[in-house]
């Protein structure tokens, strides 16, 4: 399973049997925060489809981070925690939290909770994900595989079209070369970061003014690449960002 999850508990016996956990249910992409502060960090480059949040963290308390959370991803957050009073699990769900399980855990009925959440987590994305795309340069449709940039049909490879309409599906999210390879071609071995950033390059070369001064997939040097969305209205051809 390709979902990002997102374990943010001080406890590491219990971090680590829920990674376990997760990793026998399929969930290969799990990371670890200990604390808040470590949990905002790892969330600005990550990017988790679901959060499992402790209550009690060593540096501030669950419920004020659920709320800071809140304001950078919509993913869902499920609080586990000791703290079962009815007043604390309706502070939870107040917070912006989606489920509430307490302590000692039935660790089936927690990855049940976790499918059920990103079940209804991939129809609701399902349903909001359009067929075609249109910025101020080219236009995409999904159904038919066509690109379309300044008014003319431009043939592209399937894995090219594949990786662009990935970067148009999350714009201003940061993706490593290693996060790119695994979401566009599969599992990424020693040497095929290359091949991510030739097919960037071949992308821009089709989509950009100018390529050497990308607008639309922006590299930050040493943290990977992003894409900057566009509108249709936006016919400046000054450009931004670094190659």
Known sequence: MKERILIIEDELGIAHMLELLMIKEGF??????GTGAEAL????SY????????????????FELCLELRTRTYAPILFLTARTADYDKLTGFAMGGDDYITKPFNALE????????????????QDK???????????????????????????????????????????????????????VWGQMQLGDEKTVVIYI?????????DPKQPRYIVNFRGLGYKFVPR?????????????
């Open 28 to 33: 290969m992409d799990v990371q670890i925060a």
């Open 41 to 44: 960090q790892v969330l600005d």
């Open 47 to 62: 990017n988790p489809d679901l959060i499992v949040l402790d209550v009690m963290l060593p540096d501030r308390n669950g």
């Open 110 to 125: 927690v990855m049940a909770r976790i499918k059920a959440q990103l079940a209804r987590r991939r129809l609701y994305l």
């Open 129 to 183: 994900t359009p067929a075609s795309y249109q910025f101020a340069d080219f236009e995409m449709n999904k159904e038919t595989g066509e690109l379309c940039v300044r008014g003319e049909w431009v043939h592209c490879t399937a894995k090219e079209f594949s990786l662009l309409l990935f970067f148009v599906e999350h714009p201003g999210r940061l993706f490593n070369v290693a996060q790119l390879y695994e979401q």
């Open 201 to 209: 390059s071949k992308i821009r070369s089709k989509i950009e003014r």
């Open 231 to 243: 509108p249709p209205f936006d016919t400046e051809a000054a450009p931004a960002g670094k190659p």
